[in-house]
């Protein structure tokens, strides 16, 4: 049995990891809510956004704006993968590598692929095993609509050009502080809703549809990620929450565990003090 001083250390070391832990759940915790006020109040208008977007395009084809729907044989992939900079957050960062990680395996196994990375823990990872053309970990910085667009606007030329035939999104969708889903988003090219064959939605045009299409689809596009990252952060802060919280309850019951040892090593040290004494005693009376 451990010694009462290597005991005490290790209960005193415990109790500083466990006022760590409740601090950065606390801090989680803050930064949760003003993440899920953001990406609950944002989500109605980026479906509806979406939603006329995937209607619109089936109709684009003889217009300019077709090009962002142009279906192409996919031979060159770009996967855009959403981590978080930071640690301790649980499988957050793990699930959405295994995604990847599990995509190339399984849907472009033979194929050119290549990555964009956001967060570092993504491309720490990733960038062993695949290219990644670009690393926009800072965007965590200033989580902003106008950053965000920037990164689409590049995709967006990107796919354009010809570079690549696909673009996808990998993030984790926020449900709750305990659940986030892993979700693969097509981002490019745009798919139109049809039902039986036909498109599911026809729209009267005021102005000139060339003029609307060419101001919704890019601004649709450019939602779309910038929901991918909110749902990512509010994700990231929630799953940490949840991770600290489990730490500082685990930290506890071993702290227990050890007063536990510790007071009955000192009982036993105080009896046999009391033996050698008792002991003593008698030997001087003898």
Same mark, same amino acid.
């Given at each position: 049995?451990?010694? /009462?001083?290597? !005991? @005490?250390?290790?209960?005193? %070391?415990?109790g500083s990891t466990m006022k760590i832990t409740k601090a950065m759940k606390m801090v989680s915790a803050a930064k949760l809510k003003k993440a899920q006020?953001?990406?609950? *109040?944002? @989500?109605?208008? &980026?479906?509806?956004? &979406?939603? #006329? /977007?995937?209607? #619109?395009?089936?109709?684009?084809?003889?217009?300019?704006? =077709?090009?962002?729907s142009e279906q192409r044989k996919v031979s060159k992939v770009l996967l855009v993968v959403i981590t978080s900079n930071r640690g301790l957050? =649980? =499988?957050?960062?793990? %699930?959405?590598?295994? *995604?990847a990680q599990k995509t190339v395996a399984e849907q472009y196994q033979g194929k050119t692929v290549e990555l964009v990375s956001i967060g570092k823990k993504g491309?720490?990872?990733l960038s062993r095993d695949f290219k990644v053309i670009d690393n926009q970990s800072a965007i965590y910085d200033d989580l902003s609509f106008g950053n965000s667009a920037l990164i689409a606007e590049n995709l967006m030329q990107l796919f354009v050009? =010809?570079?690549?035939?696909?673009?996808?999104? !990998?993030?984790?969708?926020f449900k709750n502080a305990a659940t986030q889903i892993v979700?693969?988003?097509?981002?490019l090219p745009i798919e139109p809703i049809q039902i039986e064959g036909h498109v599911s939605a026809d729209y009267i045009y005021e102005p000139e549809k060339e003029e609307? !299409? &060419? *101001? $919704? !689809?890019?601004? &649709?596009?450019?939602?779309? #990620?910038?929901?991918? #990252?909110?749902?990512s952060f509010a994700s990231e802060h929630g799953a940490r929450m949840t991770a600290m919280h489990k730490a500082t309850d685990n930290a506890n019951d071993l702290r227990n565990d $050890?007063? $536990?040892?510790?007071?009955?090593? @000192?009982? *036993?040290?105080?009896t046999n003090e009391i033996l050698e004494i008792v002991g003593g005693a008698e030997a001087l009376n003898g």
């Open positions: 049995m451990a010694n /009462l001083k290597e !005991i @005490r250390n290790r209960i005193t %070391s415990i006020d953001a990406i609950t *109040a944002m @989500r109605p208008y &980026s479906n509806k956004l &979406s939603e #006329l /977007l995937q209607n #619109l395009s089936a109709t684009l084809e003889a217009d300019a704006g =077709g090009v962002y957050c =649980g =499988g957050f960062n793990s %699930s959405i590598i295994k *995604a491309f720490d990872i050009d =010809g570079t690549y035939d696909k673009i996808e999104i !990998i993030y984790n969708s979700k693969v988003e097509q981002f609307i !299409i &060419s *101001a $919704l !689809i890019p601004k &649709s596009l450019k939602t779309q #990620l910038y929901k991918a #990252l909110r749902d $050890l007063l $536990l040892t510790y007071n009955k090593a @000192r009982q *036993a040290a105080i």
